[in-house]
């Protein structure tokens, strides 16, 4: 089992900078890649971008040059660095992990509950 906690989250002014968290407790030694999820109201839940075991990011194109994703093996941290705030990033935002499959056992995807961001004057 992984366990996902999500932090950071608040109201911050367009054009600003957040730096969301994402800690992951449990079987973290079986995590083999992590991503960012985001969900607005009205509006599905749409995918990020994940940093995989090695440390290796991907994003998707409607984020890509402003959302940033690193993480922290020591302290099995993920961060979400996002810079030029916009009013449509406002949303819940939310962690996940997928573990690695093994021959008896499918890689499992474990979610946390989420942080909200709500960018506004």
């Known amino acids: 089992q992984v366990h996902l906690v999500e932090s950071g989250g608040g109201e911050v002014q367009p054009g600003g900078s957040l730096t969301l968290s994402c800690e992951a407790s449990g079987s973290v030694s079986s995590i083999r890649v992590m991503g960012w999820y985001r969900q607005a109201l009205g509006k599905q839940r749409e995918w990020l971008g994940k940093?995989?075991?090695?440390?290796?990011?991907d994003y998707a194109d409607s984020v890509k040059g402003r959302f940033t994703i690193s993480k922290d093996n020591d302290k099995n941290i993920m961060y979400l660095q996002i810079n030029g705030l916009k009013p449509e990033d406002t949303a819940v935002y939310t962690c996940?992990?997928?573990?690695?499959?093994?021959?008896?056992?499918?890689?499992?995807?474990?979610w946390g509950e989420g942080t909200r961001v709500t960018v506004s004057s």
């Open positions: 996940n992990s997928v573990t690695t499959p093994t021959q008896y056992l499918p890689g499992m995807a474990y």
């Open positions: 940093v995989t075991a090695n440390g290796s990011a």
